[in-house]
Each structure stands twice: as structure tokens, then as C-alpha cells.
Nanobody
Framework: QAQLVESGGGLVQSGGSLILSCATS????????MGWFRQAPGKGRQFVAG????????NVVDGVKGRFTVTRDHDKNAVYLHMISLRPKDTAVYYC???????????????????WGQGTQVTVSS
């Protein structure tokens, strides 16, 4: 069974850093475009960052530019979200997702993704 498993979340002070990992298993996601979304309490799931199947094309939402970076490691079957200068408004559950169609594109809409992880909580204290 195909799985995406996020890890690396936790409680961090404002200005701190975290690296979220998304481990894939069950089938190869190496040809999938991948994305990170987040959902804050009382809000909908929002696109944060995405990258193409090769990792050559990446995109992050305006609110995290210069602070978040998305990468992938095909050898480890993993995708990462590197987060620095975290702010309290970054507090959310972060989800990893995989899109099988148009693998060279950045998919910013959650409906374009086929597989989702269970999420990992990131809490940034002020």
C-alpha cells in the first residue's frame, strides 16, 4: 500500500528552524510531482510548496519565500521542507502530497494530488 509519512514537526520558538520529512513507500513516487500543504486551526488546507518529479522546478507560496525551501532525494525516496525564521502564523498541521499527473508542474490545488500523508504538527511559540 502506498504511503506518505511526514515527520519532523514539533514545538519551536519564533525564529527557529525545522526540517519536515516526507518518506514514501509502497510504490515509487519518483515520477510524481510533490507538494506540501498546511492547515491551521479553523482554516482550509493551503498550498505551501511544491516541486516537480525531478526536483528541478520548485515553488513556494509568497508568505514563506526566503524562509522555506522544498527539496527531494530520489535515493532516499523522500521529500523535505526546510523551514527557517519560523513565525507563530506558521503554526499548522503540515501535509505531504503526491500528484501523478503532469509531473513537471507545480500543483497548487489540493484536488490535483492523489496521495496524502497523515500530517505533522508544527507549533511556533512567540
Amino acid at each position: 500500500q502506498a504511503q506518505l509519512v511526514e515527520s519532523g514537526g514539533g514545538l519551536v520558538q519564533s525564529g527557529g528552524s525545522l526540517i519536515l520529512s516526507c518518506a514514501t513507500s509502497g510504490r515509487s513516487f519518483s515520477n510524481y510531482a510533490m507538494g506540501w500543504f498546511r492547515q491551521a486551526p479553523g482554516k482550509g488546507r493551503q498550498f505551501v510548496a511544491g516541486l516537480s518529479w525531478s526536483g528541478a522546478i520548485t515553488n513556494v507560496v509568497d508568505g514563506v519565500k526566503g524562509r522555506f525551501t522544498v527539496t527531494r532525494d530520489h535515493d532516499k525516496n523522500a521529500v523535505y521542507l526546510h523551514m527557517i525564521s519560523l513565525r507563530p502564523k506558521d503554526t499548522a498541521v503540515y501535509y505531504c502530497a503526491a500528484a501523478s499527473r503532469n509531473r513537471n508542474a507545480i500543483h497548487k490545488i489540493s484536488e490535483e494530488y492523489n496521495d496524502w500523508g497523515q500530517g505533522t504538527q508544527v507549533t511556533v511559540s512567540s
